[in-house]
């Protein structure tokens, strides 16, 4: 997105106690910052205990002033907890966290959301979790479900950046020709958010597509396609 500063959206960073990702997560940011985005930021308290300070202030930002909502027009969430999907996901809002996603949802403005500490697939939680019961998981993937389904765009943390760039850029077209050749035996809904919107992807036989997966590739115009066995 190559627009002049003066022309781009307000963002505002929240950070949430989720520790999966962070490092990923800050790198995205700085590449914001270099790229001459001005980010406002704040943060819950189980973020300020929980999540590298020094590591959030060397990144360039500024901190938010006291008109959250009406002063900016995306959230950009780098550290989004189980706790919070879940809440914004039920309606639920009674903290700072899942107010400020639910007045961003309700007011149509844009929400880009790390999901490598909410998502039961992301790499990071796996290596967490690897014997997290699949009943638990699909409990997780239906909650990121319902935000995509809310307009919320999910990411991993390292593409935080690219993810939302594309959600800003209106001049994206909705289906693309990119053919695309997948080869692990399991699709995420990490997977899909590294993916060109409007992608057709060639999947080997027997592979795996978890629900949330394909939610997000409805969402994003990505056709999954298995290839035929020789």
Known sequence: MN???????NVLV?????????????ASLRRLVSDGWVLDWRQTPAASRILDQGAIESIGMTPAGPELV???????IP?????VAAKVAHGIGDCLASNLMAEFIMTNKTIVASVAG?????PEKRGWFPTMPEGYAEMLRG??????AFGVHLATPG??????????????????AAVVDHHAQLVTATTVAGLPDGATVRLEPGTVVTP??????????IVLTHREEN
Do not use: I, W, Y
């Open 159 to 176: 593409r935080l950046d690219a993810a939302m760039l594309r959600a800003l850029d209106t001049t994206a077209q909705p289906h693309g």
């Open 118 to 122: 909410s998502c039961p697939d992301a």
């Open 79 to 83: 550290t989004m907890t189980v706790n």
């Open 212 to 221: 949330l997966a394909r939610e997000a590739a409805r969402s994003r115009g």
């Open 143 to 148: 909650n990121l479900a319902r935000l995509r």
């Open 70 to 76: 009406r002063n900016h027009e995306v959230l950009l």
């Open 3 to 9: 627009t002049a500063s003066a022309d781009r959206p």
């Open 14 to 26: 929240l950070f949430t106690g989720a520790l999966l990702g962070f490092e990923d997560s800050v």
